[in-house]
């Protein structure tokens, strides 16, 4: 059984521990900076660091991974598309890795940036996905290098997953995120009770996280551009109507990066 621990860095990020307790082995999911997890390690002697999991290149999720390979040797999976420090083992999609004796399927998801890869286990007695910055609780990651003609059909295909799948995200964006779904949806009685719950939560300095798929198809707008409600918001403020799914997708991600 793989217990999963968020090591804050920097002003909203998480880096994903995982823990094996019976052999006391450890990974790590995009350590942007090395300073939590050696912070962790110190105070677990006897833990060894085996794995890490990178989705993606950009220096808040790989700035940490020079120096724990240096410490501990840790093997550096990540994407083959993208410039990763240290990469011993390149991953495409359809690939698996296997990580503290648990198997990852790894899903290519472009946009965010164009070799943007998540990790799924769908073996697990609870199936886990650590969606980088792609999908987020409530929200999707900006598109610094690819489209929306492809970020629309890879949040589609992490929508697609089982219901009861854990999304673990790379940052605390949950509360900010729900305001923008507040004014996409402002009836959406998941999405209000939603806000009102994670407000709570962050009131008192505490995770957002994991999310569900099943939580973010009834309240995430990336996930529900199918829904007339949705495209409406997105034909207003485009103002013409949106007559696909990537396009109420880029409409709405680009008022989203203005709201």
């Known amino acids: 059984m793989i217990q999963i621990e968020a090591l804050p860095a920097f002003s909203d990020n998480y880096i994903w521990l995982l823990q094996d307790t019976a052999k006391r082995h450890c990974a790590v999911v995009d350590p942007g900076d090395a300073g939590p997890v050696e912070r962790w390690l110190a105070a677990h ?125 790379a940052h605390e964006y949950t509360l900010s995120n729900l305001r923008f779904a507040k004014a996409v949806e402002p009836d959406n009685e998941d999405v209000l009770e939603r806000f009102e719950a994670v407000s709570r939560l962050r009131a008192q300095d505490r995770i957002t996280l994991p999310t569900t798929i099943a939580l973010e198809r009834l309240t995430n707008p990336f996930l529900r551009t199918a829904e007339t409600s949705v495209k409406q918001k997105a034909d207003e403020w485009k103002g013409h109507s949106n007559t696909s799914h990537v396009a109420v997708f880029a409409a709405l991600r680009s008022w989203k990066d203005s709201f």
């Open 45 to 169: 002697p006897g833990w060894q660091l085996t794995d890490m999991l990178i989705t993606h290149h950009h220096n808040d999720h790989v700035g940490g991974v020079e120096r724990l390979k240096a410490l501990t040797g840790a093997h550096v999976h990540g994407p083959a598309n993208e410039r990763i420090p240290c990469r011993d083992v390149a991953l495409d999609d359809g690939d698996q890795v296997t990580v503290l004796g648990e198997v990852y399927d790894v899903l290519a998801v472009p946009g965010h940036t164009l070799g943007h890869i998540a990790f799924f286990n769908g073996g697990a007695a609870t199936p886990v996905l650590f969606s980088g910055d792609t999908l987020f609780a409530a929200g999707c990651g900006r598109m610094f290098e690819g489209t929306a003609e492809q970020m629309q059909p890879a949040l589609a295909r992490l929508a697609a997953l089982p219901a009861e799948t854990l999304v673990y995200c």
